[in-house]
């Protein structure tokens, strides 16, 4: 059983950082592309970044674009989101993602997602 747990979501101000860690236990870490989503309350879950499984690829959303960098560790079964700039538009669920086939930017090819943390950005 494939287990994806999120960990340092919180509460940050405008301007400031923060860095998500997503550990994949139950399976091959090396063999799953990873992602980070995220989801606003009575609105769909939206693809954040992506990396490949040996990490030489990345892929990220626009609105994310030159404040995000997703990176994996995977001596260490970890995938990390680190965010910048936060604007109060990032207060959001944000779900880790993994898949076995591709590098998904969609939910529909997500294999194992995590239970979710939430980010605030205060103004």
């Known amino acids: 059983q494939v287990q994806l747990v999120e960990s340092g979501g919180g509460l940050v101000q405008a301007g400031g950082s923060l860095r998500l860690s997503c550990v994949v236990s139950?399976?091959?870490?090396?063999?799953?592309?990873m992602g980070w989503f995220r989801q606003a309350p009575r609105k769909e879950r939206e693809f954040v970044a992506a990396?490949?499984?040996?990490?030489?690829?990345?892929n990220y959303a626009d609105s994310v674009k030159g404040r995000f960098t997703i990176s994996r560790d995977n001596a260490k079964n970890t995938v990390y989101l680190q965010m910048n700039s936060l604007v109060p538009e990032d207060s959001v669920v944000f779900y880790c993602?993994?898949?076995?086939?591709?590098?998904?930017?969609?939910?529909?090819?997500?294999?194992?997602w995590g239970q979710g943390t939430q980010v605030t950005v205060s103004s």
């Open positions: 990396i490949t499984r040996s990490g030489a690829i990345t």
């Open positions: 993602a993994a898949s076995a086939t591709v590098t998904c930017t969609t939910t529909t090819c997500v294999q194992y």
């Open positions: 139950g399976g091959p870490f090396r063999n799953y592309a």
